[in-house]
C-alpha cells in the first residue's frame, strides 16, 4: 500500500464520499482535504463545509465553478455538435475533466501527494478523474476506493457508518432514490435499478428535471438564441454570461418536456450499460447550432467536422479531454466556429424542439442563387452538364471497360 | 445537337414532363418512352397511360416498384444509419438510384440511346439521375431539357402548351401548391415559396403527410418492431413486407405529429437550399434501428459504422449510389447487421419518438457485468487500474518531461 | 493464484520458454502442452520436441503454419497496403493471431483451462496473444510469467536453470545478440542494446537477412508479380503458393538489400520504443500491390481504402485481428480487390524497389482518354469548366459576401 | 464570348503561352499583362520580359517566388507528411495555388477582370488555377484558351505562330522533349510519351535532375536536418533560408539518385494517367520529418494526422488549397508542429534515405522506461494485465454469449 502524506477528495457532502474521507484517514493515516464544487448539480454545496470540518478536516474548498464549466467544457464542446453513439449528449463525461484540473491545482497548492474520488471500478468515472489527473500532474497518486476496499455492499457501509460515528441520515436514506444518479448543469442521469432490464420502460416517477411531454403546456414557447463564434451569448435579445444561458434552457426546456433520453451505451471499459438522461438545456443547444451551422458554414468544413465528430466525441466520453490529440482537433473546431454567428428561433413544444428560423450576417444562404424563380444568370445551369460528365467519367470509363456494379 | 433515335423518360403524368414529353418529340425528333413508377409517392400512376398515348406515345412503362424501392434501397440505408448533415434522411436522394436504374433497363429493352428528366440545372437530383444512368450504361446520352430549353418561366411553359395542344388543368394549376414537391414512401418534401427566407417560419397548411404535434392525439401509440438482420420484418408481431412496413410507420408516425423536419442544406451543386421534410416512418426507422444496434452491436463496430456513416451518406446525397466505393462500404455495412435482430418498443406522442424498451437473442448487455449490486466476481475492478495506467502513460511520459496541455 | 490443470505454451524451444515450461510446472503443479510453430523464423522446430520430453512434457505440438500465415494473415493485410505509422509493415504484428488461434484451438483440444506465452509486461506481444485468446475463448486463464515472476535478470534466469537442471549452452549463450529479436516469414526485428539510443546508427552487423545496399550487386535484378484479386500468385510466370511467394520475394529482395527499415514506433501500451526491422518480400509486396491498384481500382475506392487503412493497421497492430471491427472493415477491403488482377514489373537494385511497368485485364487506364494527343473526341475538354465552375460555387458565394481566407 | 478589359496571363515565356497572349489579344481585343514566376523551375525568368515587350504587352510581372513558394506552401505541406495515393508528393499541386494568389492580386492591381493560364481541359492543373481565382476573387473571368481553340495540334499552333509573327526557335523545338514536363523547386514531372503504356518502362534520359541510382556515387553521403516546429531551418549546423534548404536538399539528394517516382495516378478530373517524377529534396523532407516526429509527437496525435493526411492531400491535390477546409485542417496540423524540434541524420545512398539518428530536447522517447533491462519500477509490468483484461472485456463478453469471429 503506498504511503501518502495528504490527499484531495472530490466531496459531495454525501454519505458515500464522506466514508471515503473517513476511510482515507483510516487507512492511509493521511490528512485529507476536500474539493466540493458548484457545478450546477442542484444542491447546495455549502453544507459539505460542516461534514468535513466534523471529521477534522482543515483544509476544504468549496467553489462555484459553473460559470467556468459552461464556458470552457460544455460550450466549446457544443461547437462540435458532439454526440456519443448518435444519442448521448455527453452530460456526464463533460464534468469530469474540470474536477480532475481542480483536483491537481489544489493538490499543487496545498503540497498533497495524492487525490481520490468516489468512482466505481466499473465506470467511466474513473478513467476520466484519473487520465485527467495524471495528464496534468504525471507523479499524482490516485486512490480509487471503491476498487481498493471491501465495503461493497450498503449493509457494509453502514456498519462502517455506525463504527466511526459518521452521521447517517436515515430518513433520507429511506426515501433514497432507486437509481444511481448525477447531475451538472448540462443533464442529470439516472443508472441502475429496474434500468438494468433494457426491455422495461422508465418510470415517470423517476425522471426529476423535466415534467413529461404529456404534462407539458398545451402551447408552444419560442426561444431565439443569439450566437457568437458558435456559443450562445442571448437568449431573447437579453446578454447572458454561459452558465445563466444553460440554466435558462434547462428551466424553458424542462418545462417544455425536453431532452429525455433512455439509451443503451457503451462504456470505455468494455460493458453496455443502460442510461436514462435529462438534458433539455442541451437538446436545445444542439438543435440551435446545427441551425446557425446551416447557414453559415461552408459545405466541406460542415462535413469535416460531421466527419471529425464522433472520434471526438470518444475523446470525451473516454476520458482524454487532457490530451494533446483533443486539443488539436479543438484548434480546428474553433477555427470553424468565427464565422457562426447570429439568431436561431426555437419553437418548444411537449418533447420537440424545432426551429422555426435562423438568419445571420455571416450566411452563405444565397437567395438569388437558391430561388426557383428566374435567377437573372446568377447560375448557369449548363455549368451542370459539365459538372456531372466530369464527376461520371471514371465510372463511364469502368463500365465501358465492362466492369459491373452489382 | 445530338441526333437522338428514342428516349426514355421519367414521367410523372404531370404538366412538367408533358411538355418535356413532346419537346422532346418535337426538338429531337425522336420516338419517346415514358416511365411512370410508382414509388409512394400518394398519386395514381395509371392515368399517365392514357395522357402518354395522347401524346402519341407507343412505348408506356407503368411499374408499381414501392417493394423493391423499401428492401433494395431505403432498408440499406437504415442499416447505416443515415443522415445527412445532422438532420435529412435523404429521402430525395434515396429514390433517385432506382429510377436511374429503370430508365437504363427499359432503354436497354426498347432500343433507346437516351434518358431524360424533369430536373432542374439547380438541383442534386439532375446529378442522381445522371451519375446512375452513366454508370450502369455508359454511352447513354442524357437530355436535361431544363437545362436546355428557354421554357424557363410558368407563362412561356404555358405558351408551348397551348401552341402544342397539351391540355392544362386550369382548376389544378390554380390551387397548385406554391411549393416544389416531392414525394415517395419514405418522404415527402418542400423548397421554393417563403421557404426561400430562412428566417420564415414554415406555414401549418403546408404540410401534407402529418398532423402537427399540437394536433395529434392526446395519448402515446406503442408500436413493437421486429428486427432481422438490421432491417424490420414485423410490427406489434405481424410479418410485413419492406414496404407494407414503411407505410404502416408513415401512417402511425403521420397521425402522431412526428417526422417533420426543416433545414437549410447543402446542395452538391454548391449551393445552399431551405428545404422542409415529412419522414414520419423514417423517423421511427432511425431511432429504432439505433436501438437495437445499441444492444446487439460491438462497440468498436458500432462506432466504425458512426465514423463511416458521414460518408455514405454523402455519397447517397451526392448521387453516387451507383458507385464502386458505395458498394464497398455496403458490403462492410452489411457485414455488421447479421447481429441486428430483436424488438424495439416505441413509445410515439405528440412528434416524439422514445424508446420505451429493446430485447434481443443476440444481445451483449451483460446484466451480472453492469450491474451497480454485487457482480459475483463477473468483472475485477482491479483491472481497472491497469487499464487507466496504461492509458495515461504516454500522457505520464509527456508531462513528466514537462510537455504542457493548455 | 489461479488454480490451473494444463497450460498451453507457445514454445519456441529457446531457454526462456524452456524456463517458462519449468517455471509453470513448478509454480502451478500443472500440466504443460508445447506448441512450437514454424512461421518462417528461420530456425528449426523440430529439435523443441527433444527439449520438451526431457522436461516430462507429454503433449507436444509441432507444426509447419507457414502456408496458412501468408494465406490468411499476411496477404489479406497486404490488400489495404498496410503500414503503421507511415513506416511499418507490421511484421511482428501479424504472426500473432495465428499463433493466439493455435495456442486456443490446442487448448480446446487437449482440455487444457490455460495458455502461456513469453512475451514481457511491456510489449505490444503480450496484448496481441491475449486479445486473441479471450476474443477466441472467452474462459480461459493466461499466464504471462513475465509479468508474475522475480526472474526479471539474465542473472536469476541462470540460476534457475541451474536450479532445476535445464540445459544451457553456454556457447550459444556468449554469442548470443545483444538485440531482442523476433523472426517470422514477413520479417525479422532487432530491438534493445544501443538501438536504445535512437540517435545512435544501427550496425552493419546487426542485420541478418539482408545484405546492406553497398553491398548489393552492381545490377538491377527484374521480377515480375501476377496478381490475382489482390494477391500474388506467380512470379516470373511461374505458380507459387503463397509462403513461397514471400519466401522467394525475400531472397531476392535481401539479396538486393531490399527492407531494412530503422524507427521510433509507438506501443499499444503507452511508451515510444526503437526497432530495426528487415522485410524484404514484404517491402516488394506492398510497392506492387500499389502499383497494380494504381491501374484497377476505382479512384474512390482507393481512396477510401487509403483513409481506412491507418485504423486498419492500428486494429492489426494493436492486437485486435480476431475482433468484429477488423472482420468488418476486411470484408470492404476485400471486395474492393476483385478487381485487382495482372501484372507488376519491379526493378531491384541494392535496397530500391522501383515500377517498371505494369498492364491488366481489369485495367481502368484509358490510353484513349489520357492521351495529350488528338483523342478524337473521346473527352469533352469543355466539360471542364462547369467542373470547375460549379465546384467553386460555394467559395464563390462565400468570397462573395466578403468571407476572406487567410 | 466574354467582353474582355484586361487578362493577366500566366506567362512562361515559352511557346505556348506566347501563343496565348497573342490568341487572346486577337480574341478578346483585350490588354494582356503578363506574370513569371521564378518558383524554382530552372529557367530563367528574364528573358519573358522581352517576349512580352515584343507582342507589345506593357505591363509585365517577373517575380522571384521561391522563398514564398517553400515556406508558405511546401513546407506547411510537409508538416503533414502530405503523399497523395500512397506514392506522390504533391510537387506540381502545390505550386498552383501561389500562382493562383498572384494572378489574382495583379489583376487587382491593375484593373485585370480576367486571367488566363495554359493548363489543357483533361489536367488537374486548369481546376487548381481556377478554384484558386474563383475562391479569391469571386468575379473574376477565366481564361482557359485550350478549352475554347481550335489549335489543338502542334501544325495549328505552328502555323499560328507563323501567321502572327510569333518568333519559333525551331532548333529549340526540334530538341524539345517528347514529355510534357512541369517544374518547380519540389520537383519536375515528365507525362506523355511512351509513359502512356503504363508497361513500358521509362527511358533513362527522360530524368533531369537526379543520376541514376546506378550512376550515384559508391560512398554514402550523410546529412543532417534541423527541425523547428516541424519545418527544417538548418542543414549540417548551418542555418538555411526555406528555398535554400529545399535547393541544396534536391542539389545532394539528386547526386545520390534519390526522389525517381513512376505511377499512375488518378487525376480530379476522372482519369488515370501515368506520371513520372523527380522530388529529390521532398524524398530526404518526408522521410526526415516522419523521424522527428516518431520522436516528438504524442501517439494519438500522430495517428490522428495520418488518419486526416489523405483528405488533406487529397485538398491539395484537387486544388482546394485556397478553401476554408483546407485552412481548417491546417490549423490542426500547425498545432501539433510546435513540439517538433530536433535534429534527423539521414544516409542518402543511390536512391536510398535512411534514418541514421534522431534527437531531440522535445522527445518523448523514454529510455528508462522503454528499456529491456532492468527500469527500476519506472514502469509496472502488471498493470497490462487489467490493461489487455478490460480491453478484452466487450469481446469476452460477446464470445461467453456465442458471437462467433470468422
Chains 1, 2, 3, 4 share one sequence.
Not at 459539505?48 to 460544455?74: H, N, S
Request: aromatic content about 8%; glycine content about 8%.
Amino acid at each position: 500500500m503506498a504511503s501518502l502524506k495528504k490527499v484531495v477528495l472530490a466531496y459531495s457532502g454525501g454519505l458515500d464520499t464522506s466514508v471515503i474521507a473517513k476511510w482515507l484517514q483510516e487507512t492511509y493515516q493521511c490528512e485529507v482535504v476536500t474539493f466540493t464544487a458548484d457545478i450546477g448539480q442542484g444542491e447546495e454545496v455549502e453544507p459539505a463545509r460542516a461534514k468535513a470540518q466534523a471529521m477534522g478536516i482543515k483544509e476544504i474548498y468549496i467553489e462555484d465553478l459553473r460559470e467556468e464549466f459552461v464556458r470552457d467544457y460544455v460550450f466549446p464542446m457544443f461547437r462540435a455538435n458532439t454526440i456519443y453513439e448518435g444519442e448521448y449528449l455527453l452530460g456526464t463525461s463533460i464534468a469530469r475533466p474540470l474536477i480532475a484540473k481542480r483536483l491537481v491545482e489544489i493538490a499543487n497548492e496545498t503540497g498533497a501527494d495524492a487525490i481520490s474520488h468516489g468512482a466505481t471500478g466499473k465506470g467511466n468515472d474513473q478513467v476520466r478523474f484519473e487520465l485527467g489527473a495524471y495528464a496534468l500532474k504525471p507523479g499524482i497518486k490516485v486512490i480509487a476506493p471503491w476498487r481498493e476496499w471491501d465495503l461493497n455492499s450498503r449493509e457494509k457501509l453502514m456498519a462502517y457508518c455506525e463504527e466511526h460515528n459518521i452521521p447517517v441520515d436515515f430518513a433520507k436514506q429511506k426515501t433514497k432514490s432507486p437509481y444511481s444518479m448525477d447531475a451538472n448543469l448540462l443533464h442529470i442521469s439516472y443508472e441502475g435499478g429496474i434500468l438494468e432490464d433494457p426491455w422495461a420502460e422508465a418510470e415517470e416517477g423517476m425522471w426529476r428535471w423535466s415534467v413529461s411531454p404529456e404534462a407539458a403546456p398545451d402551447t408552444p414557447t419560442y426561444v431565439t438564441l443569439t450566437y457568437e463564434k458558435g456559443d450562445v451569448v442571448a437568449i431573447d435579445g437579453k446578454a447572458m454570461t454561459p452558465a445563466t444561458v444553460l440554466e435558462h434552457l434547462n428551466k424553458v426546456g424542462g418545462a417544455n418536456g425536453i431532452g429525455r433520453l433512455d439509451i443503451v451505451e457503451n462504456r470505455y471499459v468494455g460493458m453496455k450499460s443502460r442510461g436514462c438522461y435529462e438534458t433539455p438545456g442541451g437538446t436545445i443547444l444542439l438543435k440551435a447550432h446545427r441551425a446557425i451551422e446551416s447557414l453559415t458554414l461552408d459545405r466541406e468544413v460542415a462535413h469535416l467536422k460531421d466527419a471529425l465528430m464522433p472520434r471526438y466525441a470518444e475523446m470525451i466520453y473516454n476520458g482524454y479531454w487532457w490530451s494533446p490529440e483533443r486539443q488539436m482537433l479543438q484548434k480546428a473546431i474553433d477555427d470553424s466556429q468565427t464565422v457562426v454567428n447570429g439568431d436561431v428561433r426555437v419553437k418548444l413544444y411537449k418533447g420537440n424542439v424545432s426551429i422555426a428560423g435562423r438568419r445571420s450576417e455571416d450566411s452563405l444562404f444565397d437567395d438569388k442563387i437558391a430561388t426557383f424563380e428566374d435567377d437573372a444568370g446568377a447560375y448557369n445551369q449548363k455549368d451542370a452538364e459539365g459538372f456531372i460528365k466530369l464527376n461520371a467519367l471514371r465510372m463511364r470509363i469502368a463500365a465501358g471497360k465492362g466492369r459491373k456494379l452489382s
